[in-house]
């Protein structure tokens, strides 16, 4: 029932730009949303975050001033705007959720693959 989908990803070069979205469904009371990534040999990491509830956003160091996280409630999606991309980029970015009204429940989506390269 619960699915998150993510959208976007792709080959770009370096300086480049790409957005990507993530759609949540099955899923109601979501508290707030994250991108991760994770690139081959590498742990995965915090791209950026954004509570529903208040509207604060958190960004990794290395992608501050280049990336902007947003969402919709409505419409239980997130959006991260991608911008001056770097090789150090290349990674599958993952969508995740955290909901519940009696305890934290978190959910993953399947990942979609960004390239940066000449």
């Known amino acids: 029932q619960v699915q998150l989908v993510e959208s976007g990803g792709g080959l770009v070069q370096p300086g480049g730009s790409l957005r990507l979205s993530c759609a949540a469904s099955g899923v109601t009371f979501i508290t707030a949303m994250s991108w991760y990534r994770q690139a081959p040999g590498k742990e995965r990491e915090l791209v950026a975050h954004?509570?529903?509830?208040?509207?604060?956003?958190n960004y990794a160091d290395s992608v501050k001033g280049r990336f902007i996280i947003s969402r919709d409630n409505a419409k239980n999606t997130v959006t991260l705007q991608m911008n001056s991309l770097k090789p150090d980029d290349t990674a599958v970015y993952y969508c995740n959720a955290r909901a519940g009204r009696f305890g934290v429940y978190e959910y993953w989506g399947q990942g979609t693959q960004v390239t940066v390269s000449s």
């Open positions: 954004i509570t529903n509830t208040g509207g604060d956003t």
